[in-house]
């Protein structure tokens, strides 16, 4: 069975300087996809990022990055000039793809707060 | 893409009764999910939504609780049905648009609330 899991319940960050959340994922798979869902406190799940697991090179977006170590199965977010606007619950998530139907396992989630 | 819209957005319902959550898509999707969320936690996948079949149920959740229709390729239902306290989550629909595209869209989420 997969599991995914997050470390730190809560984060706090100044406005404008970086932050990096932590995920750690189990699995016997080789092929397999990795998220970072963001959910504001209206609830709607927005994809962030994601990152296949056959690539090497980490994922970014805009201002947005991850730090993906597939031998240790470990999937950070890294989040530079944090905006108020970024304050929510990040999910990290994992999906394998061709078996299983594509469902996601989410971890626990970080609730992190951008402090002005 | 696909835009997700779930009715209703929040329910108070007395103990013993059922709620009947619906989920429509602005496009045709392969793939429909439903989830739960228990207050302050992560989500946990409920079923698979199969159009035209009955869905799949994942481990500790079972159709007589949760009875799930998907009519077609735009439109999925979940009930809960004999409603207890332990049942106040928020409910969130899911869907992939197709076999290739990875990303999962949802919808807002039904904030239900069993007294």
């Known amino acids: 069975a997969q599991t995914v899991t997050q470390s730190q319940p809560e984060m706090s960050v100044q406005e404008a300087e970086t932050v990096t959340l932590s995920c750690t994922y189990d699995?016997?798979?080789?092929?397999?996809?990795l998220f970072w869902y963001k959910q504001p406190p209206s609830r709607q799940m927005i994809l962030v990022i994601r990152?296949?697991?056959?690539?090497?090179q980490n994922a970014t977006e805009n201002r947005f990055s991850v730090n993906f170590q597939k031998a240790a199965k470990s999937f950070s977010l890294k989040i530079s000039d944090s905006q108020l606007g970024d304050t929510a619950m990040y999910f990290c998530?994992?999906?394998?793809?061709?078996?299983?139907?594509?469902?996601?396992?989410f971890g626990q989630g970080t609730e992190l707060s951008v402090k002005p | 893409s696909a835009v997700i819209s779930q009715k209703p957005s929040r329910d108070i319902c007395q103990r013993g009764t059922s709620l009947t959550i619906q989920c429509q898509v602005d496009?045709?999707?392969?793939?429909m999910f439903w989830y739960r969320q228990q207050p302050g936690q992560s989500l946990t996948l409920i079923a698979t939504?199969?159009?035209?079949?009955?869905?799949?149920?994942e481990s500790g959740f079972v159709i007589d609780k949760f009875p799930i229709s998907r009519p077609n390729l735009t439109f999925s239902t979940l009930t809960v049905s004999n409603m207890s306290p332990e049942d106040s989550s928020i409910y969130l629909c899911?869907?992939?648009?197709?076999?290739?595209?990875?990303?999962?869209?949802f919808g807002q989420g039904t904030r239900l609330t069993v007294v």
């Open positions: 699995t016997s798979e080789s092929n397999y996809y």
């Open positions: 496009s045709q999707v392969t793939m």
């Open positions: 899911s869907a992939r648009p197709d076999a290739v595209n990875t990303e999962a869209f």
């Open positions: 990152q296949e697991a056959y690539k090497q």
């Open positions: 998530a994992f999906m394998i793809y061709y078996n299983q139907g594509g469902k996601l396992i």
């Open positions: 939504a199969n159009q035209g079949s009955e869905a799949t149920y």
